[in-house]
Nanobody, 123 residues
Framework: QVQLVESGGGLVQAGGSLRLSCAASGRTFGGYTMAWFRQAPGKEREFVATITWRVGTTTYRDSVKGRFAISRDSAKNTVYLQMNSLKPEDTAVYYC????????????????WGQGTQVTVSS
C-alpha cells in the first residue's frame, strides 16, 4: 500500500524559506512522477512542481519558478520542495502526490496523495 507522508510546513515571514519533505513507501517508484500541489482556502488545488522519479525531469508553475526547487532522494525514498523567497500568496496546504507515468498538472490524474502540510507566510 502506497503511503505519502508530508512534513516541514509551518509559519514563516515573507522572504523566508521552508523545505517540505514527502516520505514515500509501499512500492518502488521508478516509473512514477511525483508532484507537489497546494490548495488555499476557497481555491482549487493547483500544481506547484513535478519530478520524474527515474530521470529527475522537473516542471514548475510560473509563479514559483526561480524560488522553489523540487528534488528527490532515491536512497531515502523522499521528495523535497525547497521554497525560498516565500510570499503571502504561497500560503496554502501543500500536498505530495504520485502517479504512474509522465508528468501531469491535473490533480485528477494522480493516484496517491499525502495528508497535506500547512504553509503560512505572514506579510
Amino acid at each position: 500500500q502506497v503511503q505519502l507522508v508530508e512534513s516541514g510546513g509551518g509559519l514563516v515571514q515573507a522572504g523566508g524559506s521552508l523545505r517540505l519533505s514527502c516520505a514515500a513507501s509501499g512500492r518502488t517508484f521508478g516509473g512514477y512522477t511525483m508532484a507537489w500541489f497546494r490548495q488555499a482556502p476557497g481555491k482549487e488545488r493547483e500544481f506547484v512542481a513535478t519530478i520524474t522519479w527515474r530521470v529527475g525531469t522537473t516542471t514548475y508553475r510560473d509563479s514559483v519558478k526561480g524560488r522553489f526547487a523540487i528534488s528527490r532522494d532515491s536512497a531515502k525514498n523522499t521528495v523535497y520542495l525547497q521554497m525560498n523567497s516565500l510570499k503571502p500568496e504561497d500560503t496554502a496546504v501543500y500536498y505530495c502526490a504520485a502517479r504512474l507515468g509522465g508528468y501531469s498538472w491535473f490533480p485528477a490524474s494522480y493516484d496517491y496523495w499525502g495528508q497535506g502540510t500547512q504553509v503560512t507566510v505572514s506579510s
